[in-house]
């Protein structure tokens, strides 16, 4: 299941009011995508828990007697008022004790004297068995109590969506536009320590801009989205840095010289380009487009799009919209 597909069947769980547990791999954007979900859901608050911090006796709270009564005082951290998604991340780390303390809450939304609040949902994830994560496996009424069980995938297309509305640095994002199979490079068979996702390829993002410099630090980048990745990135990056003055090309569209028997120097110029969207640029871009052929062009204009929305009001976008309406679904 993709990121868009995930985002609809959780958003459609949240309206039923029934919790959800979400599989994947390390680092392939599970919590994000569902924190990403309570912020497109008007007045809904994102509540994180690692149920593996806790005992079992955490949940139901602290016993204290009230006019002769044992009443159960509710923890601190249990949601109590408004609306939103409780995020019970890496739920299936923790000892199946706690697992078991939280069949009522998950299925029946209280424990103890404790009622979830109308509005809050419980959405649960956690690594799969073969991730070589720190799991223990759930049981069967524990996995029964969720109305669905999701497996999300990396999907590049969507990432890089993503990553340009998230500000990770263009050159990354054209690298992985390029070689997208890349982005995801965990194997279980293998133990390398640093390896390519989507949270190495941001934590690589904030390197670079602290100061990381790819054709320089070399081991650095290993260190962080492993040996292989950070071997291609090396070379694209040599690439990058020889193509046009982006300026250059914004101010002389028609004349500029194109790369285009390198493929790898294309998606790196379409990248770099079209983070220079506004609403001045566009007529620049749109020549640009055109020249460049149908693909690329509809590569650099959709890219712009997702970078600055606003450029899509302006006439030379419109007109450009027409002209490639067949493609641009």
């Known amino acids: 299941m993709n990121y868009s597909a995930l985002k609809r069947a959780v958003k459609i769980a949240v309206k039923a009011r029934r ?24 007045g809904f608050q994102f509540k994180d828990t690692r149920a593996v ?13 009230v006019d002769q009564f044992t009443k159960w005082f509710s923890p601190d951290f249990l949601p109590k008022t408004g609306k939103g998604i409780w995020f019970l991340d890496e739920l299936n780390a923790a000892p199946q004790a706690v697992q078991a303390a939280l069949y009522q809450l998950i299925l029946d939304r209280k424990v103890g004297d404790y009622t979830l609040p109308e ?25 029964n109590r969720f109305a669905g069980h999701y497996e999300l995938e990396v999907d590049a297309a969507e990432w890089k969506v993503w990553a340009i509305e998230a500000d990770i640095i263009p050159e ?23 390896f390519t996702t989507p949270r190495t390829v941001e934590f690589l993002s904030d ?6 410099e790819p054709e320089k630090d070399f081991d650095m980048m290993s260190a962080c989205i492993g040996q292989g990745t950070a071997t291609e990135l090396t070379g694209f990056y040599r690439i990058y840095r020889s193509l046009p003055d982006l ?17 790898g120097a ?32 509809v590569l650099l204009i959709k890219d712009a799009i997702t970078a600055n929305k606003s450029v899509a009001e302006t006439g030379s976008y419109v007109e450009w919209a027409a002209e490639n309406q067949s493609v641009m679904i």
């Open 172 to 194: 990354l994002v054209a690298f992985f536009s390029w070689r997208p199979q890349l982005l995801y490079g965990f194997d279980p068979a293998r133990t390398d320590k640093a």
């Open 19 to 42: 919790p959800v547990f979400v599989w994947g791999g390390p680092g392939i954007g599970k919590s994000s995508v569902i924190h990403q979900v309570s912020m497109e859901l008007e």
């Open 247 to 263: 300026d250059e090309a914004l101010k002389n569209p028609d004349t500029v010289k194109l790369p285009r028997e390198n493929i």
């Open 207 to 212: 390197l670079i801009k602290a100061g990381l």
């Open 266 to 297: 294309m998606y790196a110029l379409v990248g770099a380009l079209a983070r220079k969207a506004t609403k001045k640029t566009m007529p620049a871009l749109v020549v640009l487009a055109k020249r460049i052929g149908s693909d690329f062009g």
């Open 119 to 143: 509005g809050w949902v419980i959405v649960a994830a956690g690594n799969r068995d073969i991730d070589r994560a720190i799991v223990n496996r759930m049981s069967s009424p524990l996995c």
């Open 53 to 65: 911090h806790y005992d079992p006796v955490d949940f139901r709270g602290i016993p204290k007697v």
